[in-house]
């Protein structure tokens, strides 16, 4: 990932990348070990697209889909679960989970890193 971002002229933006992508692929990697595939466990998918904003400074977005339809919020006494927060507060709050819908389902989350 330092590569790829370097190659794209934003090796600034590794820190908050870097966390953002473990939250993210933690969480659907916890969530997918529930989820029951007929071929197995269910993969999880990760893409960075990497550009210029509207303003011209760099932007990166990171997008994850796993098999979990749902996301969970932590309760008050859960030890883990608060990683949604971390994304949001790197991502300057940029940042959203929809249903793609198709044969596979699952869930996709997305966050927008438009500053390092």
Request: with cysteine.
């Given at each position: 990932?330092?590569?790829?971002?370097?190659?794209?002229?934003?090796?600034?933006?590794?820190?908050?990348?870097?966390?953002?992508?473990?939250?993210?692929?933690?969480?659907?990697?916890?969530?997918t070990?529930?989820?029951?595939?007929?071929?197995?466990?269910?993969?999880?998918?990760?893409?960075?697209l990497?550009?210029?904003?509207?303003?011209g400074?760099?932007?990166?977005?990171?997008v994850?889909?796993?098999?979990v339809?749902?996301?969970?919020?932590?309760?008050?006494?859960?030890?883990?679960?608060?990683?949604l927060?971390?994304?949001?507060?790197?991502?300057?709050?940029?940042?959203?989970?929809?249903?793609?819908?198709?044969?596979?389902?699952?869930?996709?989350?997305?966050?927008?890193?438009?500053?390092?």
């Amino acid at each position: 990932m330092r590569n790829v971002l370097a190659e794209w002229g934003l090796g600034d933006f590794t820190e908050a990348v870097t966390l953002i992508v473990s939250e993210l692929v933690a969480n659907s990697v916890v969530a997918t070990e529930k989820v029951v595939w007929e071929g197995g466990r269910p993969p999880v998918r990760l893409w960075l697209l990497g550009g210029s904003g509207p303003s011209g400074s760099g932007e990166v977005m990171v997008v994850v889909w796993d098999a979990v339809p749902e996301p969970r919020d932590a309760g008050v006494a859960d030890v883990s679960g608060r990683g949604l927060g971390i994304v949001s507060m790197l991502s300057g709050r940029q940042w959203d989970c929809y249903l793609p819908g198709g044969p596979d389902g699952g869930k996709v989350t997305r966050a927008l890193i438009d500053h390092p």
